[in-house]
């Protein structure tokens, strides 16, 4: 899948998360701009993970703040 | 109380650009002063003055039933206990100034490992100085950069601490599900090691984890198990070995950690395993290495307790009865509880915020009953819980007491 691909997708499962509507670009921050808490990161991940069928470890999630970088992370992980 | 104590805040100066460091904690700062303001008593600075039994104590100068410590077994003041700790105080002195791999070891120490060897049936016993540098040390030691840690979300501090002091890959998966750990273990890269760490008992809602199922697909995998047992110690399983004896997995699982400052009614922590290799810890694992043995008179109480504990099953099943009478009392009270039946000596009373939260904590305190007030980011899904761990000591008509008290309270507090 290529990165416009794995953005859309991603995009379509952050939906139910962004409760406020936040219009969602690359330099968005999950922390900031879309206010998620520990919990929501959680199921966020795992619904990622589960759909690409790979593992993003909190030590990768750790260097993940935007957007972007999730798409750019998770296009990687799934071409491995 | 010293001078820096009393003085109240003043303005700090600093020389230079530098940002004070404390101010990352303004905003719980601001949360704790909010609270207190509206003249709450203070729920994390109870001092117990006088202490009259498990169960019993004098908090802020009332008589109290205590309905929030770990005692499950109520072995705090056993005759037998008591005078092994004397007698060790005197026989070995206070303390041993000293690492466990030097000068810590005394004889007691080695008792206190038969007695945990004996009590869980393993080969292995290795004793910390307390149950969180167990967690920390065994976890840190074993799985290193490139290992990978399959782990429950609500896991305990101490566990967390140690995934972090290790450096391997961190991957949680949503509390007590088998399917969701299953499906992060499938997708872990081939030939990495794996280290699934499980908690017999979460001690926030007290529940159990589905220990029989998740071992299975752990070993199927390839993974080496931890079990934490801290909260289970004593009270669940047929000899109180824990969930994973009730569970009877008790021969796939490669570690149980444990803490003597639950049933066993002191302080330290260790752990049990089979491993042909688990002797080399005690010079790999800094935790263990680096930081002073137990004192002579703790390990004395603690072989002592853990003998006694073997043969506790009429203890257990009257905190079984105490857990069952506690959770159906309140239940139909009306009070929502973080299980629907009872798995544990853990009742967590689940409350609406922690205003009311807190506003039911002063009045259980002042009605003579003393609970735990758990928040976030102790408790799972940012819950405000009051805590109850029951003794074994608890006589039914403290628990019939216990039920009215909270009953006036509920009722004052408006939350049943």
Same mark, same amino acid.
């Given at each position: 899948?290529?990165?416009?691909?794995?953005?859309?997708?991603?995009?379509?499962?952050?939906?139910?998360?962004?409760?406020?509507?936040?219009?969602?670009?690359?330099?968005?921050?999950?922390?900031?701009?879309? /206010? #998620? *808490?520990?919990?929501?990161? +959680?199921?966020?991940? =795992? $619904? %990622? !993970?589960? /759909? #690409? *069928?790979?593992?993003?470890? +909190?030590?990768?999630? =750790? $260097? %993940? !703040?935007?957007?972007?970088?999730?798409?750019?992370?998770?296009?990687?992980?799934?071409?491995? | 109380?010293?001078?820096?104590?009393?003085?109240?805040?003043?303005?700090?100066?600093?020389?230079?650009?530098?940002?004070?460091?404390?101010?990352?904690?303004?905003?719980?700062?601001?949360?704790?002063?909010?609270?207190?303001?509206?003249?709450?008593?203070?729920?994390?600075?109870?001092?117990?003055?006088?202490?009259?039994?498990?169960?019993?104590?004098?908090?802020?100068?009332?008589?109290?039933?205590?309905?929030?410590?770990?005692?499950?077994?109520?072995?705090?003041?056993?005759?037998?206990?008591?005078?092994?700790?004397?007698?060790?105080?005197?026989?070995?002195?206070?303390?041993?100034?000293?690492?466990?791999?030097?000068?810590?070891?005394?004889?007691?120490?080695?008792?206190?490992?038969?007695?945990?060897?004996?009590?869980?049936?393993?080969?292995?016993?290795?004793?910390?100085?307390?149950?969180?540098?167990?967690?920390?040390?065994?976890?840190?030691?074993?799985?290193?950069?490139?290992?990978?840690?399959?782990?429950?979300?609500?896991?305990?501090?101490?566990?967390?601490?140690?995934?972090?002091?290790?450096?391997?890959?961190?991957?949680?998966?949503?509390?007590?599900?088998?399917?969701?750990?299953?499906?992060?273990?499938?997708?872990?890269?081939?030939?990495?090691?794996?280290?699934?760490?499980?908690?017999?008992?979460?001690?926030?809602?007290?529940?159990?984890?589905?220990?029989?199922?998740?071992?299975?697909?752990?070993?199927?995998?390839?993974?080496?198990?931890?079990?934490?047992?801290?909260?289970?110690?004593?009270?669940?399983?047929?000899?109180?070995?824990?969930?994973?004896?009730?569970?009877?997995?008790?021969?796939?699982?490669?570690?149980?950690?444990?803490?003597?400052?639950?049933?066993?009614?002191?302080?330290?922590?260790?752990?049990?395993?089979?491993?042909?290799?688990?002797?080399?810890?005690?010079?790999?694992?800094?935790?263990?290495?680096?930081?002073?043995?137990?004192?002579?008179?703790?390990?004395?109480?603690?072989?002592?307790?853990?003998?006694?504990?073997?043969?506790?099953?009429?203890?257990?099943?009257?905190?079984?009865?105490?857990?069952?009478?506690?959770?159906?009392?309140?239940?139909?009270?009306?009070?929502?509880?973080?299980?629907?039946?009872?798995?544990?000596?853990?009742?967590?009373?689940?409350?609406?915020?922690?205003?009311?939260?807190?506003?039911?904590?002063?009045?259980?305190?002042?009605?003579?009953?003393?609970?735990?007030?758990?928040?976030?980011?102790?408790?799972?899904?940012?819950?405000?819980?009051?805590?109850?761990?029951?003794?074994?000591?608890?006589?039914?008509?403290?628990?019939?007491?216990?039920?009215?008290?909270?009953?006036?309270?509920?009722?004052?507090?408006?939350?049943?």
């Amino acid at each position: 899948m290529d990165r416009t691909a794995v953005d859309a997708k991603i995009r379509e499962l952050a939906e139910p998360f962004n409760k406020k509507g936040v219009e969602i670009t690359e330099g968005t921050t999950f922390a900031n701009d879309l /206010e #998620f *808490d520990s919990l929501t990161v +959680m199921d966020f991940v =795992a $619904e %990622i !993970e589960d /759909e #690409f *069928d790979i593992i993003i470890s +909190m030590n990768q999630q =750790a $260097e %993940i !703040e935007t957007y972007g970088q999730l798409v750019d992370a998770v296009t990687k992980l799934q071409a491995a | 109380m010293s001078r820096g104590i009393s003085q109240s805040d003043q303005p700090i100066e600093r020389s230079g650009d530098g940002t004070d460091l404390f101010s990352k904690f303004d905003d719980i700062i601001a949360l704790r002063e909010g609270l207190l303001a509206s003249g709450q008593e203070d729920p994390f600075s109870l001092v117990m003055e006088k202490v009259l039994s498990p169960t019993r104590a004098i908090c802020n100068g009332r008589e109290t039933i205590l309905l929030g410590t770990y005692n499950y077994m109520g072995m705090t003041f056993d005759p037998d206990v008591i005078e092994a700790g004397k007698q060790a105080l005197t026989d070995f002195g206070s303390g041993t100034t000293g690492s466990r791999v030097l000068n810590g070891t005394y004889q007691g120490h080695k008792e206190c490992e038969d007695a945990l060897r004996e009590f869980y049936g393993m080969d292995h016993a290795m004793v910390f100085s307390t149950g969180y540098q167990a967690n920390l040390g065994i976890i840190s030691t074993i799985a290193g950069k490139g290992d990978y840690i399959i782990l429950d979300i609500d896991s305990h501090a101490s566990i967390w601490d140690g995934c972090a002091m290790g450096n391997a890959e961190v991957v949680p998966f949503k509390h007590n599900d088998i399917e969701a750990m299953g499906k992060r273990l499938k997708r872990i890269p081939e030939g990495a090691g794996k280290l699934v760490i499980l908690e017999g008992v979460y001690s926030m809602l007290g529940d159990v984890a589905p220990l029989k199922e998740m071992v299975a697909i752990a070993k199927r995998h390839g993974a080496m198990v931890l079990v934490d047992e801290a909260h289970s110690m004593g009270f669940i399983g047929e000899n109180g070995r824990g969930v994973v004896e009730q569970a009877g997995v008790m021969d796939d699982v490669d570690f149980i950690i444990g803490t003597f400052s639950k049933s066993v009614g002191t302080v330290g922590g260790f752990c049990v395993s089979n491993h042909p290799k688990f002797e080399i810890m005690r010079l790999v694992c800094r935790p263990y290495v680096f930081t002073a043995s137990l004192p002579p008179s703790v390990v004395a109480t603690a072989a002592t307790s853990i003998r006694k504990l073997m043969h506790g099953s009429n203890k257990r099943a009257h905190l079984w009865e105490n857990s069952k009478t506690l959770h159906k009392g309140l239940k139909d009270l009306g009070f929502a509880l973080g299980t629907d039946e009872p798995q544990s000596a853990i009742i967590a009373v689940i409350m609406p915020d922690l205003e009311q939260g807190a506003a039911m904590w002063e009045a259980l305190i002042k009605g003579g009953l003393y609970v735990n007030l758990a928040r976030p980011p102790a408790t799972p899904a940012n819950m405000t819980l009051l805590r109850c761990s029951l003794c074994a000591e608890h006589s039914e008509s403290e628990v019939a007491q216990i039920l009215s008290i909270f009953e006036a309270a509920g009722k004052q507090v408006g939350i049943i």
